[in-house]
């Protein structure tokens, strides 16, 4: 059986991730430290002889003892007010925790995909974005801590690549949505959703003409598999080209929740992208790959996933504990 280690396991898409590879026959090594993960992402696979899970926060040297296929990184905050509240950690992960799990892979002659980001492109002033648009990033603004570690990741990444021979793969990643993202976590869906849900008013930012191009979880999943599986080691963008402004996306969310809440605006934040959408054309080429699922048929999914949710969770702050499961 092959192995594979994915940090930030517990989190809304290392937790998608682990139980692809666990359904493709892998004994999975998952990670986190819990600071935005969710532990319950990951409940139903404790049970499970092939997943292991350690406590560990991947900015600090990491041991995995055994052997590695394979390293996923996907350890890091990605919400903008996450990152804004722990900036320094944010910097940390993408960048010295790159640089260990570069390392592990090296002695471990494992493969390792990075989890790089839309974000690279900051406000992009091409439209849509291509893998070859070097990006329009403040690297002092509040979102720089967030791109900045990302392109010190990809440029680090290559630097094992070239150098060390290591095979690598570099996913960008565009705005993604599902099960699982948390209800709290500051991001537009989840925002509109939980404001719906509790009976609130939609805060659009801005005037809502900025855009977003939103792509399902499990798309998502299927095409960083096919880039794993790949032996492309340059960036590859992976997301929904389906583009909408904010405000219609608001509007979609009134549709679908049949909230009878308005829609009231609020300022901008400082850096916001005004647009974005990814241009998929190598992913096309490369890979085979292009999502499948709609917008309407996700969120249908995602706002069912949300209305599941207890009371309690719908408008909880803090985890459960459940440190027994975790081995320190
Ligand atoms: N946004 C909004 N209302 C909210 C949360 C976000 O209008 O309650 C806007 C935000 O300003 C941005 C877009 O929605 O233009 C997407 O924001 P998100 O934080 O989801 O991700 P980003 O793509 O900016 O990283």
């Not at 986190?32 to 899970?53: A, K």
């Not at 060390?164 to 565009?174: D, G, N, P, S, W």
């Not at 404001?195 to 792509?215: H, I, K, M, N, Y």
Request: proline share 5%.
């Amino acid at each position: 059986m092959k192995r594979v280690l994915i940090t930030g396991a517990a989190g809304f898409l290392g937790s998608h991730l682990c139980d692809r590879f666990i359904e493709e026959g892998y004994r999975v090594v998952g990670m986190d430290n819990l600071i935005t993960g969710n532990i319950e992402n990951l409940e139903h696979l404790f049970p499970l002889e092939e997943f292991e899970f350690y406590n560990h926060d991947v900015s600090n040297h990491v041991h995995v003892s055994g052997d590695l296929d394979y390293i996923l990184h996907f350890a890091s905050p990605a919400s903008p007010i996450d990152y804004l509240k722990i900036p320094i950690q944010t910097l940390k992960v993408s960048s010295l925790g790159t640089h260990n799990l570069l390392g592990l892979a090296k002695a471990k002659s494992a493969k390792i995909l990075v989890a790089s980001t839309s974000e690279v492109y900051g406000d992009p002033l091409v439209h849509p974005q291509s893998e070859d648009y070097w990006g329009n990033v403040n690297p002092i603004g509040p979102r720089g801590v967030y791109d900045e570690a990302k392109r010190f990741q990809e440029a680090i990444t290559m630097a094992y690549h070239n150098f060390h021979k290591l095979e690598v793969a570099i996913v960008r990643i565009f705005n993604t949505y599902g099960p699982r993202m948390r209800l709290n976590d500051g991001r537009v869906l989840p925002a509109f959703i939980g404001q719906a849900l509790r009976g609130e008013d939609l805060t659009v930012f801005g005037d809502g003409s900025q855009t977003r191009s939103f792509c399902y979880v499990v798309d998502l999943v299927e095409g960083i598999y096919r880039l794993l599986m790949s032996d492309y080691a340059q960036p590859v963008n992976i997301g929904n080209p389906d583009e909408i402004t904010i405000l219609e996306f608001a509007e979609e969310i009134i549709k679908l929740t049949g909230t009878q809440q308005k829609i009231t605006f609020k300022d901008l934040p400082k850096d916001d992208p005004m647009q974005r959408q990814p241009d998929i054309t190598k992913a096309r080429e490369l890979l085979g790959w292009e999502p499948k699922v709609s917008r309407a048929e996700g969120l249908k999914i995602t706002y069912e996933y949300f209305k599941s949710l207890s009371e309690k969770a719908l408008y909880k702050k803090e985890h459960n504990d459940f440190s027994k499961y975790i081995r320190k």
